[in-house]
């Protein structure tokens, strides 16, 4: 699943392509892939409406038009949203096409049709994406290592589970969890309550450091989008150990060990990040 540092590379990329486009016609042909309202009307309310730009919260993307309604979409495992030429072959699995002025198409394709689309009306209160129930963001003012320890710092689960709880920080999963706690020097399977101030004060810095690292080396243009189909991050050589068990460490060159945590992967530096 993509992940902070994917959708913002996403956002970057997408948003000066569609911005100030009106959608003249939208083709459902998977109605089940938009959540709400239903299909028809949620192609009735869009035409003729004008993109104004897209934002990110956490591993959301929000389409905004210029009449303030807005399209809230999660990519999940497999979606992807890319803008094409009319007449560019269509890709395996496209279920939503956007037909925009001045001949291009947004379109929003999903092998494993997980992902989910939601359009809300200007004022309109979300409560159907989930996004609301979302944790601050790490790039906010209010993140610091006292909002970490406050709310994770009583808890027994493993430090890992704790950062990839989207109701305290949105954005994190199990790529970054891992580069992070290992930019920290925190053992993985570490009980958020054994953290000691220092230690959250240094996640607070790092959580935000590390998802801007990777957000800028997912940086693409829209041509190397487009060739890729949407699906060549560009962080892969630069992460240090997620995907990396049995290889020795970037640091000290120990083994970096592969362990499960909560049912998800992790791999860690036994002597860098000491339990």
Known sequence: MPELPEIEAIKRVLEPQIQGFAIEQ??????????????????RRINGQVFSGIQRRGKFLILCMESGDRIILHLRMTGCLLVMPADYPEEKHTHLVFHLSGGRELRFSDTRRFGRLWLLRLGEADTYSGMEKLGVEPFAPGFSGEYLAARLGKRKKAIKECLLDQSVIAGIGNIYSDEILFAARIHPARPGNTLTTEEWSRLASLIPERLAF???KNKTTPEEYLAAKGQDYRNTPFLQVYGHGGEPCPVCGETLCRIVIGGRSSVYCPACQKS
């Open 214 to 216: 990777f957000a800028e």
């Open 26 to 43: 939208v083709t459902v042909s998977r109605p089940e892939v938009i959540a709400h309202p239903a299909a028809d009307e949620f192609c």
